[in-house]
């Protein structure tokens, strides 16, 4: 298992940045895939992107493609979500995420560990 915290959560102007990040334990991190899901208010949890173990591949939802970016540390175990031009549509909790190969990156049943998520909120 895999303990996960994530940070960076705040308020923000549309249009502005934000960057998530999510603080792992455990020493098989680099064999883990991460995903971000969010879970906006009244709404089910969706997936946002998701990257490889290496960290040479990655996903995104169509909403957020070309404005949000994934990425990884395995030296430190830390998976980063940068977020720009935001939207109000993007408030959310964020949630950290892992899962394994072989699973369904974009399904949140296929997520074996889970953090406590962060606050993302997006002012018009």
């Known amino acids: 298992q895999v303990q996960l915290v994530e940070s960076g959560g705040g308020l923000v102007q549309a249009g502005g940045s934000l960057r998530l990040s999510c603080a792992a334990s455990g020493r098989t991190f680099s064999t883990y895939i991460m995903g971000w899901f969010r879970q906006g208010p009244g709404k089910e949890r969706e997936f946002v992107s998701a990257?490889?173990?290496?960290?040479?591949?990655?996903y995104y939802a169509g909403s957020v493609k070309g404005r949000f970016t994934i990425s990884r540390d395995n030296t430190k175990n830390m998976v980063y979500l940068q977020m720009n031009n935001l939207k109000p549509e993007d408030t959310a909790v964020y949630y950290c995420a892992a899962t394994q190969v072989g699973r369904t990156i974009m399904e949140s049943r296929d997520y074996f560990s889970w953090g406590q998520g962060t606050q993302v909120t997006v002012s018009s």
């Open positions: 990257i490889m173990w290496s960290g040479g591949i990655t």
